[in-house]
């Protein structure tokens, strides 16, 4: 028992370490977020390998795929990001010049508090779209500062899908002895789950992104491309992620014309009700068994911890959970 | 002997290797006390559930391999599943939560009843013998008056495993 005690404490220490150093946590940071990467995409490794491609070889072709889409998203974001920077300023005087000119139309409204009211909501407004234009631009360019950090993703990407059975054999001896059995179960039992859910929530994207872009041509708005896979990517989290995708796109038909921005929300629903009453549950299937209560607020954990990548991951982290919990009751009894 | 989660999300192919899905639910009978089959959740886009008949298994271990698969509406475990049991008295007795069954002659051998979240941490899990049950609308009869013998699966550890339960 007392070599229990100290073997935990002695673990407990050095993850309470590596997570105070910052250089550790950073290391640990990228192990993560290459780990999740090479699980995304472990599907489609898989199904390579089964076509016959070398492991190697196939885990270089999913690499190059990634950096691919990374260089292209950075290519085509970053001129229409600095485009719409030039556009902002003269978006914000119009506001600015509506609000004066209600203003003035309202006349009666000059009582000293309601105007003071009206001014600092303007203010506001004004700021927060100030800080958060400011924000943005600043966090691509520190993208650019931990440019060296982030090419090494790719290459632990490769190392973790190329050598993955060997990793997962080292991991299992981490455990007790007699715990690993029961740790292979539930490992077997997370990966056939996280497996499906993957593999169609990769399909359901791609649709929806094919069908957002039809629309989006169809009516002629800026940006059908990136639009499309913002909705597409979007759409993984389950309730709020249709119409968290579906703003931009309609914000961006907004700036075409009034009568444009209801076509794409027109659009935009009818899709989003196929996709969710038609296409989903068959695709989804009944791989993840929760409680629509549950997911709900499961997503909004995720969100306050980590904004968009928790909303995306806080499905998957909750089907673990289920997955261990359900299967410790399951084989205790 | 067998329960549910050893074959839930099985796949299910047949004998020339095309994969019709994966098990996603169990067909029982509870007043004759058999499996009929499983239901299986298809790769097709249309949504009819496709049921494998008990007689059209051929042999399963991780996967499953089938002759045919029928179609047709059955009562299903999840159907019944979390339905209160009650005895002959009218006491709530707990809710079913699991089947033991064979697969070699496909007979359900007990019904695992749940009698609460902390209950069966301390008590450990009923088994009841599915010949003293009547399945009801919406509650399962237990009818064995004399509690004399009863069955119980109770917590164990989950590391180690016993010799009794190397079974698989």
New interface residues.
Partial sequence: MKNKIIMFSILAIIIFCIFRISVFREAALLIIISFITAYAFKPLFQKLIKLGINKRISALLIIFLIVIFFALIIAVLIPSIIKEASNFTSTLDSIQSIVNYYYNKFKLLSTGTLKNLVYSLNDNITKKIQIAVTSSLEKVMNIGEEFLSLSVIPIIVYYFLADGERINNRMVILFPIKTRNIVKRIGKDIDKTLNRYIISQFILSIFMSILTFIVLVVLKVNFPLTLAIINGVFNVIPYFGPILGGIPAILMALLKSPKTALWTMIFIFIIQQIEGNIISPKITGDSVNMHPLLVILLIIIGAKIAGFWGMLLAIPIGVIIKIIYDDIIYYMY | MY?I?DFL?MDVYSTSGKRFGFI?DIVIDINSKLIKGFKI?SNK?F?KNEIVLSQNIISFSNNMVIKTVSDGNYISFSDIKNTDVVDINGNTVGMISDIIFEMNNFNIKGI?ISTGLIK?IAL??KILIPEATILGEDTLLYIIDKKNIEFV????K????DEESNEK
Avoid: P, Q, T, V
Wanted: charged content about 30%; overall charge positive; glycine content about 6%.
């Fill in positions: 329960r989660k999300y996603k959740s886009i949504n695992i069966d450990g899990k699966s109770s917590a164990h989950l590391c180690w495993e």
